[in-house]
């Protein structure tokens, strides 16, 4: 069960050891609860957090952009949030193409699209060549939360936000410097630890290109 971020808060506190009283909490709690939204920011954009994934199938327009209002319409706010653009049924997502890519012979060439870069607008990407109008994209990408309120449920792990939130206190305030290596040792044993939950399952061993599952022998020359 995930906390919300007064619980968070609460916890950090417990955690800190701070006296009881009205006005040292109600300070402190402020600066706790900013502390846990900028560590979930940082969290948030190095990991593809599973619990934030969003798969959108959408339909292209013309000029190579899609159907839907990516910002308010489904909540994609920024290029760098998108995982992967798939075009139709190919097994094979597009990739970004470079800012130093002249894209003026692609417009030129077959229809299927090579890659997506990002454009001035709600619709966040394009694909490159356009692509044909009514073909479906796939987007997969995280869905970056509203700032949170003190009842907001936090779908990220509650250690690092924890260890990470109190490591910036006690930083900032400096009177504790085993405390601070302390923590700050825990949070980067805890986000080991996390990596390599994300790394446990199994890969296969041979894969043929075309997304499908081998299922008998295959011999590599």
Request: glycine content about 8%; overall charge negative.
């Amino acid at each position: 069960m995930s906390d919300t971020l007064a619980q968070l808060v609460g916890r950090c506190v417990l955690r800190l050891g701070m006296v009881t009283g009205k006005g040292v909490q109600v300070y402190a709690e402020d600066i706790l609860g900013e502390l846990i939204q900028e560590q979930f920011t940082k969290l948030f954009d190095e990991y593809w957090w599973e619990d934030y994934m969003v798969n959108l199938v959408t339909p292209l327009t013309t000029l190579g952009v899609t159907a839907t209002d990516m910002k308010s319409g489904e909540g994609l706010d920024r290029f760098t949030d998108i995982q992967h653009v798939w075009y139709k049924n190919y097994n094979k997502p597009l990739g970004r193409l470079s800012a130093r890519t002249n894209t003026a012979p692609m417009l030129t060439q077959d229809s299927h699209p090579h890659g997506i870069l990002p454009i001035n607008s709600n619709k966040i990407f394009q694909l490159l060549p356009y692509g044909t109008s009514g073909d479906n994209v796939t987007v997969t990408f995280r869905k970056r939360p509203d700032t949170f309120t003190a009842d907001t449920v936090i779908l990220m792990d509650d250690l690092a936000l924890i260890f990470g939130a109190v490591y910036s206190y006690l930083e900032d305030d400096g009177t504790n410097p085993g405390a601070t290596e302390k923590t700050l040792n825990s949070f980067n044993v805890r986000l080991q630890q996390l990596k390599t939950m994300r790394n446990e399952q199994d890969i296969p061993l041979f894969y043929d290109g075309t997304g499908g599952v081998l299922t008998n022998w295959t011999e590599i020359r």
